[in-house]
């Protein structure tokens, strides 16, 4: 099937709005055996508008059109969808009914605007849109089916997951039974991973199952999508693949599906009904900012202290004197004293050192890291390389991963892709 993508609107055009909704459609039909052929980008003007669709229409098999179903003059999609499809406007007043209901739960009259929105083109399908007022539609224009959504993200997103993508898989014959494995790493390169994992879907051999892996600094996402009969036929498929994926990889998996590496780190320590406090030097609080807002950190993160260099670092967790700068050991010493001013049962520090100049290829910081548990400390120290952004957020996964290599009994010690091989721990 060939699908192609149309993102209207002048600001996506001009880049002052960074399509990340283009991204995520693409992400989500790869995800289950569906790919673009083209992408268009075009902004808020009829004639330019009209020839896309028309392109469009011409060479694809299923178009999805993202934006210009608001109720501004500026939002053309169904006028423009009507005129493309050479069919007239007509009001839809189960949806007008809709909108009118959506304002009035909110307390609130209807703008005239708004009305615009029930406009469709005649025979038009109605794509449903629980928690939004554009409406979205499908149509048929030249030899492809045309299926408008709208700009807002969280729309966009239940629209295509509930309504477009079934469609399109129906449409495109493919097997209905798809499902998508995901872990998540930190340590290792695409790359590598691929290097790693060299031949593991063929242990599959009629080609149902894909592996493939999306970046995200400084985790990478292996993905294994699976197509098959029904969830039995799907859970047959992949069980020997994910346990090959999980030896292969070992260690450097953090999480898998869903869950995410704070989120494991959480459980873990809710599990032995223990406390954690943090120390952070340079990351601006980001290591506290992913654990603190769970569910049920309450019960668990008793302290996060942010700091902006080594002086404030021992002032705040009360140890007298300035250190010997940032080491393995000033690590550990912060962290027992962490440990010990928090009265919590664990402790972790994450201090770094930048080097001068600016941002480089060749930029890097080292990294003293120390989780205190009872009366042990793990120390981690590393050199990060890839300017400041990168070794802040190198740090703080970093920092995460020790803590919960230290929860699972697992080595810290562990080289990854990201820091100079030269150094010594």
């Not at 007509?90 to 605007?113: D, Q």
């Not at 007022?133 to 709208?150: E, L, Q, S, W, Y």
């Not at 300035?322 to 009265?343: L, N």
């Not at 910081?365 to 990060?384: D, K, Q």
């Amino acid at each position: 099937m060939r699908i192609e993508v149309i993102c209207t609107g002048d600001e996506v055009l001009t880049g002052k709005t960074v399509n990340t909704n283009f991204t995520y459609i693409t992400q989500k039909l790869e995800d289950v055996g569906l790919a673009v052929k083209w992408e268009t980008t075009v902004g808020d003007d009829r004639d330019d508008l009209l020839l896309a669709f028309q392109l469009a229409g011409a060479r694809a098999d299923a178009v999805i059109v993202n934006g210009g179903l608001g109720p501004t003059v500026d939002d053309l999609s169904q006028e423009i969808a009507a005129k493309a499809a050479g069919v007239e406007l007509v009001l839809n007043e189960a949806w007008l009914a809709r909108m009118e209901a959506f304002f009035a739960r909110r307390s609130r009259v209807m703008p005239p605007s708004n009305r615009k929105q029930a406009l469709l083109p005649a025979g038009a399908e109605v794509l449903d849109n629980p928690i939004g007022t554009a409406c979205g539609f499908a149509v048929n224009i030249g030899k492809a089916r045309f299926h408008f959504t709208p700009g807002v993200p969280r729309e966009l997103r239940r629209m295509l997951e509930s309504e477009i993508i079934p469609r399109l898989l129906e449409t495109s014959g493919l097997q209905s039974a798809i499902y998508l494995k995901r872990f998540h790493s930190f340590g290792i390169g695409e790359s590598r991973a691929d290097t790693l994992l060299s031949g593991v879907a063929d242990l599959v051999p009629d080609g149902t199952v894909k592996l493939g892996f999306r970046a995200h600094y400084p985790q990478l996402e292996t993905k294994l999508a699976a197509r098959g009969r029904d969830m039995d036929d799907l859970r047959r498929k992949l069980a020997p693949v994910e346990q090959e994926v999980r030896k292969r990889l070992g260690h450097y998996i953090v999480a898998e599906d869903d869950r995410t590496l704070e989120g494991v780190i959480l459980d873990e320590l809710a599990r032995r009904e223990a406390t954690l406090t943090t120390v952070e030097m340079f990351t601006g609080g980001q290591i506290a900012g992913r654990i603190a807002h769970l569910p049920g950190a309450e019960k668990v993160f008793r302290r996060g202290i942010v700091t902006r260099d080594l002086c404030d670092v021992f002032a705040a967790v009360g140890l007298d004197g300035r250190g010997d700068g940032i080491t393995c050991e000033s690590a550990e010493a912060v962290a027992r004293a962490a440990q010990r001013h928090a009265g919590s049962t664990h402790a972790l520090a994450v201090l770094i050192d930048l080097d001068e100049g600016a941002d480089r290829l060749d930029f890097s910081g080292n990294v003293c890291i120390a989780v205190a548990a009872g009366g042990e400390t793990v120390p981690r120290r590393s050199r990060l390389v890839g300017g400041r952004d990168w070794v802040r957020l190198g740090a703080v996964e970093m920092g995460l991963d020790c803590l919960r290599r230290t929860l699972q009994g697992l080595p810290v010690s562990d080289r990854i892709d990201f820091e100079r091989v030269e150094e010594k721990n």
